[in-house]
């Protein structure tokens, strides 16, 4: 079975085989679809409708992912939205306003949308807390720079791509993924 993942970030794909590792060896293909991405708090939604729109390009088994940040100062605003409001202010923005605020604590989180079919949509979920911290480098996905997960002294952004990928939101979700499609492909 190939699993084709639809995004056009190749640092997301990367990740994600690097994360499924060897078990899923050639069974992951990137798909670089443009996809209409609706604005919606409730990242489920978002992923939803991609996956809805996806089917109509591509056959399945397909997945899609959506990554949000929720700030507890904010009550969990921006959520999805995340990417907006970096463009908007930056990262160096949100930490700005949860430390104006006082409360730096915050949650990574990855949504995956797995499709087999238009009638068979199931959810995987990562959460990761953890606190905002100012901003450091260059590196790094949207918020890496300015997010240190619990139990961790360093950022995202300062962390190997081996140690990032052992801990993340994406991690938690795609091994979710991992382990549903074993179970699956297991009970044929």
Not at 40 to 52: N, T
């Amino acid at each position: 079975m190939i699993l084709y993942f639809i995004t056009g970030n190749k640092n997301k794909f990367d990740e994600a085989c690097a994360i499924l590792g060897d078990s899923f060896a050639g069974k992951l293909e990137q798909l670089d679809i443009d996809l209409p991405e609706i604005q919606h708090i409730d990242a489920r939604e978002v992923v939803k409708e991609k996956l809805q729109e996806a089917l109509k390009h591509h056959d399945g088994p397909l997945m899609v992912e959506d990554v949000s940040f929720e700030m507890n100062s904010l009550n969990g605003f921006p959520g999805p939205l995340v990417k907006w409001m970096i463009e908007a202010i930056g990262v160096e923005g949100l930490y700005k306003i949860a430390n104006k605020i006082g409360n730096l604590t915050a949650c990574s989180v990855a949504t995956i949308g797995y499709a087999k079919n238009k009638d068979e949509i199931c959810f995987f979920e990562g959460r990761l807390k953890g606190k905002l911290v100012p901003k450091m480098g260059t590196s790094g996905f949207a918020f890496d720079r300015i997010f240190v997960p619990d139990g961790y002294t360093k950022r995202f952004s300062e962390m190997t791509e081996e140690e990032k990928n052992e801990i993340s939101h994406r991690h938690l979700a795609l091994d979710k993924l991992k382990k549903f499609l074993e179970n699956k492909e297991g009970a044929k």
